[in-house]
C-alpha cells in the first residue's frame, strides 16, 4: 500500500492503495487539447509509458492507444511511431505532439533537430531556487549505472534555462521552489540532472534524488513532480507559429497544497 500523507506538514491523511500484482490502470486517459488534419495535441496523464518496447507489455501505452483508437495515416505505423514525434518519461505528465501525417512527422522531426521547438516545463524542486539561471552542462549515461544519466565530461552538450515561479515551506521549514524550465536540448533526464547538478533536486525523483529524500517526498507527492506545461513550434502545414498549454494536473496540484507558499 502506497501512502500519501499531509498530516506530517499539518493536513488531513488520506491513503491511495496500489495493487502490485495488476497491469497499471492510470486513472485518466489522455486528453485531446487540439486536432487537425495534420496533427493532434495531447495531454498525457502520468504513469502512461509513451513508446511500446518489449518491457512494456504490462503497462498502460501511448502508442498502444493511438494503434486501438485512430487511424490516420501514421497510427499503425511502427516506422513512424504512430505518429509520435517525442517523448515524456513515465511520471511526467504533459503535452505531446502526434503526427497525423508521415509529411507533418518528418516536419516536427527536422523542428526538433533543429533545435526550433520551445518547450516548458513546472516541477516542483528542493530548496530555495533562485530567481533565474542557464545550466550549461553536458549529460551522459553513467559507465557504473547505465540506467542512469548524469553531468560528464565526456557527455553530450546540454543547456537548460529556469526561472522560479514561488517559494514553499513545509511544516518543519523545509524549503522548496516551484520553477518553470525552459531546455534548450533534449538529453534523456536533461531537467532531473541539471537541477540536481545545482543543488535542486525534483522532488520525489527517485532516480537523482536520493532514495531516502525520494521515499519521504512520496509521502505527500506519489510520483515525480514535473509537467510538460506549454509548447511553441511551427505548424507541419501552414507554418505558423502554434502554442499549447496544459494546466498542472490534479494530483500535483494537490501535492502543493501540502506546503505554504511565501
Known amino acids: ?48 509509458v509513451v513508446n511500446e518496447a518489449n518491457t512494456t507489455r504490462h503497462l498502460t501505452v501511448l502508442q498502444t492507444w493511438i494503434r486501438n483508437n485512430f487511424d490516420f495515416e501514421t497510427a499503425n505505423s511502427k516506422e513512424f511511431r504512430s505518429g509520435i514525434v517525442h517523448r515524456l518519461d513515465k511520471e511526467t505528465s504533459g503535452i505531446l505532439i502526434i503526427a497525423k501525417t508521415t509529411q507533418a512527422f518528418g516536419a516536427l522531426q527536422r523542428e526538433f533537430k533543429e533545435r526550433r521547438v520551445k518547450k516548458i516545463y513546472t516541477a516542483l524542486v528542493h530548496g530555495n531556487a533562485p530567481e533565474k539561471g542557464h545550466i550549461d552542462a553536458p549529460v551522459g549515461r553513467l559507465p ?58 525534483l522532488v520525489s525523483d527517485e532516480f ?46 494537490l501535492s502543493l497544497s501540502c506546503l505554504q507558499g511565501n
Open 1 to 48: 500500500m502506497t501512502q500519501i500523507d499531509c498530516q506530517f506538514i499539518l493536513k488531513p491523511q488520506f491513503v491511495l492503495t496500489v495493487r502490485k500484482n495488476e497491469k497499471e490502470k492510470p486513472a485518466s486517459i489522455p486528453q485531446i487539447i487540439f486536432e487537425d488534419s495534420s496533427i493532434f495535441i495531447i495531454n498525457k496523464p502520468a504513469g502512461w
Open 144 to 201: 557504473w549505472r547505465r540506467d542512469r544519466f548524469g553531468v560528464l565530461p565526456g557527455g553530450r552538450a546540454a543547456e537548460t534555462d529556469y526561472q522560479t515561479m514561488r517559494h514553499y515551506l513545509s511544516s518543519d521549514k523545509s524549503e522548496y521552489s516551484l520553477v518553470e524550465l525552459m531546455p534548450k536540448t533534449g538529453r534523456t533526464h536533461q531537467i532531473r540532472i541539471h537541477m540536481k547538478h545545482i543543488g535542486h533536486s
Open 208 to 253: 537523482y534524488a536520493g532514495r531516502k529524500t525520494a521515499r519521504n517526498d512520496r509521502k505527500w507527492c506519489e510520483r515525480l513532480f514535473l509537467h510538460a506545461s506549454k509548447i511553441t513550434f511551427m505548424h507541419p502545414t501552414s507554418g505558423e507559429e502554434v502554442s499549447f498549454k496544459a494546466p498542472l494536473p490534479p494530483d500535483l496540484e
